[in-house]
């Protein structure tokens, strides 16, 4: 294993882009086109918790090793055989994977290549910004198999297309190709290639302040369900703790002088 690879558990890889300021966070249980067991629930974790300690990474972009599926969510499979305690004794592990994503402090990028369905696209819309290719296909179905979306679903989708396109959403359960996602906002940036359009994306925003883009990701993700006073105010906390920073210091000199920043990311 190369210095810039490290492996969580069996299922989840970190690899490192850009000088390290760029982790791609790799899905890969291939075989099982990337469905979330409790092993690979623990991994996502595990990375997860690694990254957000980890002040050298800018951006985290979340791309899948199958080339067939970015994830097809839980699995089934292992679930079929689960009584109603071992589901019990399972959902922190699997509420853990989501949230660690979700709660990533840096800006993140889901590339997404063929299915994200149920649980695979609720990781998509724990990131920031998602990317897709022509071979997507997104959804929640999982009114359709007995529960609902617990991955976040009902939650983040709302708030990225609406309440009442979210509910046509998963209520139907249906699946939607590439080009209606793009066009419903259910992906944002259509690309030839998702992972690599996604790593372009990705070195694009690392090349600017740590500390802008952590703490303006906060003031995003504080604010949205705010009134818009109470969101001015989360701002303003966003941006004195910004503003008194190193980088804001470096990078006022470095405009000033006609030069690339060197971010302290304090």
């Known amino acids: 294993m190369s210095e810039s690879e490290q492996r969580f558990g069996e299922f989840v890889v ?3 882009h850009e000088q390290g300021h760029v982790a791609e ?3 890969d249980r291939p075989k099982a086109m990337n469905a979330v067991s409790t092993g690979m629930a623990r991994s996502l ?3 997860c918790d690694a990254l957000a300690a980890d002040r050298d990474v ?5 791309t899948s090793s199958n080339d067939r599926a970015f994830c097809v969510g839980a699995d089934l499979k292992e679930r079929n055989s689960f009584s109603d305690a071992d589901l019990v004794r399972q959902r922190p592990t699997a509420r853990g994977a989501y949230t660690g994503v ?3 402090p840096m800006p993140t990028v ?3 290549h063929g299915f994200a ?3 695979g696209f609720e990781l998509a819309l724990s990131c920031d910004v998602i990317v897709a290719d022509e071979t997507a296909v997104v959804g929640l179905p999982e009114v359709s198999v007995g529960v609902i979306p617990g991955g976040g679903g009902t939650q983040l989708l709302p708030r990225r297309v609406g309440a009442a396109r979210a509910a046509e959403l998963v209520f139907t359960a249906r699946r939607v190709e590439a080009a209606e996602a793009r066009e419903l906002g259910l992906v944002d940036v259509l690309a030839k290639d998702a992972r690599t359009e996604a790593l372009e994306l990705a070195a694009q925003i690392a090349v600017n302040s740590p500390v802008g883009l952590r703490n303006a990701k906060k003031a995003m993700r504080l604010g949205q369900g705010l009134d818009l006073r109470a969101g001015l105010e ?3 906390a966003a941006w004195r703790a910004t503003a008194f920073s190193g980088d804001r210091a470096e990078g006022v000199a470095a405009f000033n002088e006609k030069r690339k920043p060197a971010w302290p990311g304090e």
């Open 58 to 62: 800018r951006v985290t972009v979340l």
């Open 45 to 47: 974790g595990a990375a």
């Open 110 to 112: 889901a590339a997404v």
């Open 25 to 27: 966070l790799v899905l």
């Open 117 to 119: 369905l149920g649980g």
């Open 234 to 236: 989360v701002e303003d």
């Open 14 to 16: 970190v690899r490192r």
């Open 102 to 104: 979700l709660e990533l």
